[in-house]
């Protein structure tokens, strides 16, 4: 039973790597995107993305927020967040790349960086109560813990599967 169960959390440990490296490469290219593409391009492309639904609806509030948001965005805002989600992205790209080879110092630098993006994750929610920071913040809890224990594993504090 417990073999079983060490087998999983290795291998949820495994999925959650994939899903961080995958969510990872989409921030880095997300945040280069944003970085490359003028304001213009922007507001044409949600233009394009809610036009349909401002027709059918034209108080649609999502539709409306996402097109004020392109309207309004300024140069400062966007390369904030092109360079909050190109950094953020590639760091945990990097440690991600690092865990799955099994490098021992990566483990606690991992633990330190997700729990430095965790305390950033919650002062935003503080400003802006989005749930999307607190589900980032549950995901990076997770990996913490999960990565906490494969540290555990591989330095033979704990049970291999």
Not at 47 to 76: C, F, I, M, V
Not at 101 to 109: K, M, N, S
Request: charged share 15%; with cysteine.
């Amino acid at each position: 039973m417990r073999r079983r169960i060490a087998a999983w959390l290795h291998g949820l440990f495994e999925v959650s790597l994939l899903a961080k490296g995958l969510f990872s490469a989409g921030e880095a290219l997300s945040g280069l995107a944003l970085l490359l593409t003028h304001k213009a391009e922007i507001v044409a492309l949600v233009n394009r993305l809610t036009w349909h639904e401002l027709l059918q609806d034209s108080k649609d509030p999502l539709a409306n927020y996402l097109l004020g948001l392109a309207q309004h965005l300024s140069l400062a805002t966007q390369h904030f967040y092109a360079l909050y989600l190109l950094s953020h992205g590639v760091l945990k790209l990097g440690v991600v790349v690092l865990l799955a080879r099994g490098v021992r110092w990566a483990y606690p630098l991992a633990i330190v960086l997700l729990s430095g993006f965790c305390a950033y994750q919650i002062y935003l929610w503080t400003l802006e109560h989005a749930p999307m920071m607190l589900a980032l913040t549950a995901l990076d809890l997770l990996v913490i813990a999960l990565t906490w224990r494969e540290w555990r594993v591989v330095s033979g504090t704990v049970a291999a599967a």
